[in-house]
């Protein structure tokens, strides 16, 4: 079946970097749009960027000008480029992919942004 997998949450300072990635296994046939969520606890999920198989990018407001989202179509893996990270980006993301025109999602991986 098919599966998402994220890896490079960890710890980090602020102000400073990280790079998530989420690779796309199994049987695909094909691979829409890819893209990232974060869900902080007691808050509500939301967008931070998502990429389309033509590339088109969306960011969330409040991560414009810091992250940067990118994909790999031969590896079927999405990135994350996270720079200038602060507090408030403390949170697990998760990516998610349109695969085989079915929604799927990782397990997520947790980010925490503290000195």
């Known amino acids: 079946q098919v599966q998402l997998v994220e890896s490079g949450g960890g710890l980090v300072q602020p102000g400073g970097s990280l790079r998530l990635s989420c690779t796309a296994s199994?049987?695909?046939?094909?691979?829409?749009?890819m893209g990232w969520y974060r869900q902080a606890p007691r808050k509500d999920h939301e967008l931070v960027a998502a990429i389309t198989s033509g590339g088109s990018i969306t960011y969330a407001d409040s991560v414009k000008g810091r992250f940067t989202i990118a994909r790999d179509n031969a590896k079927n893996t999405v990135y994350l480029e996270m720079n200038s990270l602060k507090p408030e980006d403390t949170a697990v993301y998760y990516c998610?992919?349109?695969?085989?025109?079915?929604?799927?999602w990782g397990q997520g991986t947790q980010v925490t942004v503290s000195s």
């Open positions: 998610n992919a349109d695969i085989n025109a079915k929604l799927r």
């Open positions: 199994g049987m695909i046939f094909s691979i829409n749009s």
